[in-house]
């Protein structure tokens, strides 16, 4: 029994399903249900909230996401050596957890909550392998605001970083940070040591909250993309020429041009560019030139 529900540890669970951890699939267990409580917890109050988690594993997160009030979680995990130890949570929380075997990389996560039911929430510890790409999936998409309320998500410590990071004090800041800074409010919660999971990872992880904003800054996304591809692509480059070449919507872009309507001096890089500016150059890239 433990600490939080009369289920049994974590550690029993996994070596009665002989759950030994891939690392191919990016497994790193969380066996301490106070720290799964307290990532569950920072998901904020989850009374009347659907959940999604990515990648349950053997059920940390999962049973303390339930215990901790939300109306119903539904998991997706691409590993069919969990589903059993899943099952056992599922009958422990009768109606309230769905579990769902496949690849969050192809599954629309948008379909799966009922949007009338309450709002819905991405709570994981996700896979370091595909965590990157999954947020971006999330964010990157054509209607905004999404279908969640916010994101509570654990990275390793140097990817939250990038998340978070702003222009000019660090080295992290990327595609990345101008992609989660446009469209959310993005910071880190609290930092968790490698010795914390099993096995332990080589670096410290971080668990970083975003929430969408409501009406992020107007311009094309996928003009934006394109401007911060090309900007962060020759980082240490002038914008006015890590920007030649550009093309936006099967039409060239004349660099000088572009960054004078966005008001931004050609010898600047990337890196000192905040995210209105990009939003400007996104704005000036896709619209006529006249
Ligand atoms: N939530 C568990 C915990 O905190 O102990 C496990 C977290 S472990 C870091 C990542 C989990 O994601 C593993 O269970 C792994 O099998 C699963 N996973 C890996 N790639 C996946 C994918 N593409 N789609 C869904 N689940 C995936």
New binding site residues.
Partial sequence: MSAIDDLPP?RDVVERFDLA??KS???????DLNL?GK?ARAAGPLEGVTVI??????????RALLANGAARVIA????PR?LPALAEIAAHYPGRLEVIE??????DLSKLADPHVGPARIV???????GTA?LTQWLDTEIWPPWFDRLTL?FQREVAERIVATPGERVDYGRLGVLCGWRTKARILFDVPPSA?TPPPKVTSSVVELVPRQMPENCDRRALFLVTQAAFGQRRKMLRQSLKGLSVGGRAVDANALLERAGIEGTKRAEEIDISGFVRLARAASEPAG
């Fill in positions: 974590l951890a891939k699939l990016g497994q790193n267990f969380l066996y799964t990532i988690e990515i990648g349950p594993g053997p059920g940390g997160l999962t997706v995990e691409r590993d969990c496949g690849d969050a990389l192809e599954t994981a510890n996700l896979p370091y392998n595909v999954l654990m999971f």
